[in-house]
């Protein structure tokens, strides 16, 4: 885009017909020249038909762009809500064409396929697009980019913000394959940024090319510990409730798993898939636990494993808690729901080193007292006097039993005493309770880096590879799970 | 489940989708190595109501329909949709918008060979409304199609014993065309249902140089506004559109509204 004859190329061949023109751009476009047979020198004739023609097909390509592609990453970020997305996107056929065809679009999904003889079978890497609805989708029914409009959205931002940010470069080599696959023909980027060109009354502001990159790609670990499942065994299988059991799993190379609280795992049972897992239990020890919700395919088979079969572990993945950093501080833990799940690795490891830390108090709310987890831990939470902690359920039947509070969790935060200025906040929970216990927090005064949250997104390969996971640009399985409020807070997706 | 026991049935269809299954060719032995086929019309003379699976093919046309078609449900623990008759009711649900009478006439005239045949006492004329299985019974799971793709009939096979959930896609063909490399439909100036309807099918007809029908339905959320205004932009009238949009798929158009 931006047209000739300035572009970069190794080799242009120019078609003459019965001829064809072979132009070299480069050194390595030279060498390349000099082992080819059958070459001569162009005749002053054919250089310059080949010239003529060249000139010509640039001139059809020129397209007028309002804004040069230096300017896209200021021109995306100022127009992140602006109407132009919907007024696009109402056209939209959420189709998934325009990922497909894109040379620096690389999503993928993996699934695994089985043979009719059920015990063979391949696992596939297929491609995948934004633009389909469930791209984002978790096991748990969310979507996070449910309107067409953002999905839209976020492929723009993720060609000229997104993987510049983690790349270093604009990822739109200007082939326009979108633009001509796009049957309503919304995708064309020149059309796009100057439609929001034309929406931007402030002055856009250019950056230079490549920008700085905050990803080393060539630290990247070696691929096979980040594709190939480690084998593992269940050691113990514990239902909690109806619907989550606990496992105990010990890797069968004798290698820890070695995680740090707050990592998640990517879990295969062969034959049915994979899906991340945040481990739960504290770091140390020869086994470590997950506890598993029924909700999908490898959720459901693994509720039909017994001690002794076999599973398939990747990772340990994402960053942690940080609980070497957070010694001495005081630690409020609000958990809902499964969140008490990964929260549980940080938290018991909190208990097991009580010193290291300062006061400790809990708050853990679930739906209904048949869905509260881990009870005797709970009850044992009870003969320590070194921890404060409440619980809450939303509602209770009269048929079940219930000593603690009724009430969604930010009820319980003012009926305990902490002092905001000086206490860290670990909040894990479901999507909706973030916007209303983070608020309530720093409502009372609590600072925006003392809330440590930790966030579920569709962490389909745990490597920071498939997409599935990014909130705006962030791969939520690299730089979070866990993230600092006070970082993420004005990302538009993340609350 | 042990070695499953599957019975085949059909109703207002071609048979079409159950031949795809007897076409499974050396498919068909090791399908065999996993369940126990017990009834299927089309390949044996021996029938079972002992079954836990019942594959059933065709729409729901009259009040007889109903009642064996309750029968099925109550024997099977699952049932499963096969084709776009039994999962949308098929092409004859374009009769749907004419009256029972104004069909009779329209298809027999006022030619009489005996009487009793086509009087309104013979149960076979009774009433014919052609409806999809779910809107008669619980349908656990679909398979898509016109006629159903064999080898999809064997994933869903396959995903069943495994205790998952059938991978039927639910994302538009176009993808599948994409992945191929096909010349897009609108591009050789053809008009595609591609972009609303649910994949699955390889995109076997646009593949062959054809326009998709959407014989597999919609994805559930189809933009079908947006579908409609792309049509328009190639030139097709509202009418075309109209009929473009009903051919399989006049069970979204009757409900007033798109989706699954």
């Known amino acids: 885009m931006g047209g000739p004859p300035e572009i970069a190329f190794d080799l242009m061949l120019t078609d003459l017909g019965d001829r064809v023109a072979v132009t070299p751009g480069s050194q390595a476009g030279t060498d390349l020249l000099s082992k080819a047979a059958n070459l001569r020198d162009a005749t002053p004739e054919e250089m310059e038909e080949a010239q003529s023609l060249q000139m010509q097909i640039a001139g059809k390509a020129v397209r007028d762009l309002k804004v040069s592609p230096k300017g896209w990453y200021d021109l995306l970020e100022k127009n992140y809500d602006s109407n132009v997305w919907a007024k696009q996107a109402a056209k939209c056929l959420s189709c998934g064409s325009c990922t497909l065809v894109c040379p620096t679009c690389f999503c993928y999904d993996v699934t695994d396929e089985v043979n009719l003889d059920l015990t063979t079978g391949e696992r596939k890497r297929t491609w995948d697009g934004c633009l389909l609805r469930d791209f984002t989708k978790v096991g748990t029914g969310e979507i996070f980019r449910e309107k067409v409009e953002n999905r839209y959205r976020h492929r723009f931002n993720r060609k000229g913000r997104y993987l510049p940010d983690n790349l270093g470069f604009l990822a739109c080599v200007g082939c326009g394959r979108c633009s001509s696959q796009c049957v309503p023909d919304i995708a064309d980027p020149v059309n796009l940024f100057n439609a929001l060109a034309d929406a931007t009354k402030e002055p856009v502001i250019e950056s230079e090319i490549p920008i700085a990159v905050k990803t080393d790609v060539a630290s990247a670990p070696e691929a096979e510990a980040l594709y190939i499942p480690r084998q593992a065994t269940l050691k113990r299988v514990e239902k909690l409730t109806d619907i989550e059991t606990l496992f105990e799993i010990a890797m069968d190379d004798g290698r820890p798993l070695g995680h740090q609280p707050g990592q998640f795992i990517e879990v295969s049972v062969m034959g049915t898939g994979e899906a991340p897992l945040s481990v739960s239990s504290a770091p140390g020890g020869d086994t470590f636990e997950i506890v598993v919700r029924k909700v999908g395919d490898v959720t459901n088979k693994l509720h039909t494993m017994k001690p002794g079969d076999k599973v398939g572990i990747r990772g340990p993945f994402g960053n942690d808690f940080d609980a070497e950093g957070l010694k001495g501080k005081n630690l409020l833990f609000i958990g809902g729901g499964l969140g008490i799940v990964p929260m549980r690795s940080f938290l018991n490891h909190v208990l097991n080193n009580r010193g290291d830390y300062g006061e400790v108090t809990i708050l853990y709310g679930c739906k209904e007292p048949c869905e509260l987890l881990f009870s005797d831990e709970v009850t044992a939470w009870g003969q320590r006097d070194d921890i404060r902690y409440l619980l809450t359920v939303d509602a209770c039947s009269e048929d079940e039993s219930w000593e603690g509070e009724i009430g969604v969790i930010t009820t319980i935060i003012p009926k305990v005493q902490f002092d905001p200025q000086n206490t860290i906040a670990i909040v894990v929970g479901p999507p909706i309770m973030y916007r209303f216990v983070n608020k309530d927090l720093l409502d009372l005064g609590m600072p925006e880096e003392n809330i440590i949250v930790s966030l579920e997104r569709r962490m389909k390969c745990g490597v920071g590879k498939c997409g599935h996971c990014q909130i705006n640009g962030i791969y939520v399985c690299k730089e979070g799970p866990v993230f600092n409020y006070k970082d993420i807070k004005d990302l538009p997706e993340a609350f | ?260």
């Not at chain 2, 779910?134 to 006629?147: A, K, L, R, S, T």
């Not at chain 2, 559930?220 to 109209?242: F, R």
């Open chain 2, 1 to 260: 489940m042990d070695k499953p026991r599957v019975a085949f049935f059909d109703f207002s269809s071609c048979e079409g989708c159950q031949l795809q299954i007897a076409n499974l060719e050396e498919a068909v032995v090791e399908v065999v190595k996993l369940i126990d086929i017990v009834a299927f019309r089309e390949v044996m003379k021996e029938h079972s109501d002992d079954y836990d699976i019942a594959f059933v093919e065709g729409s729901i046309t009259r009040p007889m329909d109903v009642e064996r078609l309750k029968k099925i449900r109550e024997n099977a623990e699952i049932l499963i949709a096969l084709g776009a008759c039994a999962h949308l009711g098929g092409v004859q649900r374009l009769s749907n918008q004419w009256t029972s009478e104004e069909n009779k006439q329209e298809v027999y005239g006022d030619y009489v060979s005996d009487p009793d045949d086509i009087a309104d006492t013979n149960p076979f004329f009774e009433k014919p409304r052609h409806r999809a299985l779910d809107e008669v019974v619980e349908v656990d799971y679909v398979i898509p199609g016109c006629p159903i793709d064999k080898g999809e009939f064997a994933k869903v096979l396959i995903a069943i014993l495994q205790g998952k959930k059938p991978p039927i896609p639910d994302y538009p063909v176009c993808v599948e065309c994409k992945k191929k490399e096909n010349v897009c439909m609108f591009e050789i100036g053809k008009f595609c249902m591609g972009p609303l309807a649910r994949a699955g099918c390889d995109a076997r007809c646009p593949s062959a140089g054809n326009e998709c029908e959407a014989c597999r339905g919609y994805v559930s959320h189809p933009h079908s506004n947006a579908q409609s205004d792309v049509l328009e932009k190639y030139g097709l009238t509202a009418d075309a559109i109209m009929q473009r949009k009903t051919m399989f798929t006049y069970r979204y158009e009757e409900a007033g509204k798109g989706g699954d």
